[in-house]
């Protein structure tokens, strides 16, 4: 069964622009991690953010959890064209994935 | 190694033959998954090893996949009697600690699997 599930399905944007993606969660976790795939092979991990935390950065990323909602956010500022890709979450408890949210960032 | 490596990359199969996937995950990592993708969709979580144990075989499909991992390391996945909605990339990861725990997964490049 999926955990992550993330939404929107698809996200087009223009380079520069701020693009942000959501995932919820079904059960209780401890830690949630995002990851980025291109053109449909292996994945890569982006940050993983504990349960108490409510908020991370790593470069242009910023994530966010709220443990109350079950759910977290993705926000990748400044685009470049470059960041076009698939994002997928998933929580450490079980290492599941939802269907991902394709992002295009046109230059 | 230096990273997850799977083999072959791509593999062409006609309906009904067995095949076999490899992956090598990264020496020393303990927790080893098998997910399937389908064109345009999401990961399937298909099983976790932890050791040479399967702690979690929930997400295979049907009783034709079977997975085994020997050595604590290499993992063998086997599709009997393919059929064309096997096609999918299917994809494998390592990682030094199993799930519930603080480290991230690393990601072989897939197999390609085609039933024709």
């Known amino acids: 069964s999926q955990q992550g599930e993330e939404d929107p399905q698809a996200l087009s944007i223009q380079e520069g622009e701020n693009a942000t993606m959501n995932c919820s969660y079904k059960?209780?976790?401890?830690?949630l991690q995002w990851y980025r795939q291109n053109s449909g092979r292996g994945l890569v991990h982006l940050i993983l953010?504990?349960?108490?935390?409510r908020e991370k950065h790593s470069g242009r990323l910023r994530v966010t959890l709220d443990t109350s909602k079950k759910s977290s956010s993705l926000l990748i500022t400044a685009s470049r064209a470059a960041d076009t890709a698939s994002y997928f979450c998933?929580?450490?408890?079980?290492?599941?994935f939802g269907a991902g949210t394709r992002l295009t960032v046109k230059p | 190694g230096a990273g997850v490596s799977q083999s072959p990359s791509n593999k062409v199969t006609e309906k009904g033959k067995d095949v076999e996937l490899r992956c090598d995950p990264i020496?020393?990592?303990?927790?080893l998954y098998w997910y399937r993708q389908s064109l345009g969709q999401g990961l399937e979580f298909l099983i976790y090893?932890?050791?040479?144990?399967?702690?979690?075989k929930s997400g295979l499909p049907s009783d034709r996949f079977s997975a085994e991992r020997t050595g604590g390391s290499v993992s063998t996945l086997t599709i009997q009697r393919t059929q064309q909605e096997d096609s999918a990339v299917y994809l494998c990861?390592?990682?030094?600690?199993?799930?519930?725990?603080?480290?991230?997964?690393?990601f072989g490049q897939g197999t390609r699997l085609t039933v024709v």
């Open positions: 990861a390592s990682s030094s600690a199993g799930t519930g725990l603080n480290t991230e997964a690393f």
């Open positions: 059960t209780s976790i401890n830690n």
């Open positions: 953010i504990r349960s108490n935390e």
């Open positions: 998933a929580t450490v408890n079980d290492m599941r």
């Open positions: 020496s020393g990592h303990t927790a």
């Open positions: 090893f932890q050791g040479n144990s399967a702690p979690d």
